[in-house]
């Protein structure tokens, strides 16, 4: 009976190896795509929007987002990205960002209250939104690496910005990632 009630301790949910840590420190665990990936790349890209010359001061900007491509075997949820990206261009105050894909939804329930008039306070008026100035696209490609004592993962992310106008690529950056495991002869 005792050994029953020490291997049934030992198996017990304990949480006590469990803790919260900064989520932007960097804890490597994986060469593979990560959180901190995430946030080197799309904190590298709001800095270079922010310092580039599209944004003048002369009025606020206004852009879109197209869905970033995964070049990669790893899973990459590329909406997490550009999520980030977009946060952080909108806390600028400089940006305003619009949801095209999200548009038809929008223009749905604009319908929908120009059809039921009397039923609502204030009826918001369909051809009140704004164009965009231009459209961010981009793409997460990888080169992986391995030999028997060695692998290597290269993570490149590359976003442009096209002018909807001119259909002129008027930004562009890129940022790597590279991450090297180097096997131990001799314990972990």
Excluded: P
């Amino acid at each position: 009976m005792f050994f029953i009630l020490v291997v049934l301790s030992g198996c017990s949910n304990s949480t006590s190896n469990i803790q919260r840590v900064d989520t932007k420190a960097m804890y490597l665990t994986t060469i593979h795509w990560s959180s901190e990936d995430l946030q080197t790349m799309a904190e590298s890209m709001v800095v270079s929007i922010l310092k580039s010359e599209v944004l003048d001061d002369s009025s606020k900007k206004v852009f879109s987002f197209l869905k970033i491509k995964n070049s990669t075997y790893d899973h990459i949820d590329t909406q997490s990205i550009t999520e980030t990206i977009k946060t952080g261009l909108i806390k600028s105050g400089r940006v305003a960002i619009i949801d095209i894909q999200k548009r038809d939804i929008l223009n749905k329930e604009l319908e929908y209250q120009d059809s039921q008039q009397r039923y609502f306070q204030e009826i918001k008026k369909i051809g009140r939104q704004f164009g965009v100035d231009g459209i961010f696209f981009g793409e997460i490609s990888a080169i992986y690496q391995k030999n028997s004592l060695s692998k290597d993962m290269f993570f490149k992310f590359t976003l442009n910005l096209v002018d909807i106008k001119s259909a002129q690529i008027i930004w562009s950056e890129e940022k790597e990632v590279r991450k090297i495991y180097k096997k131990r002869y001799f314990g972990w």
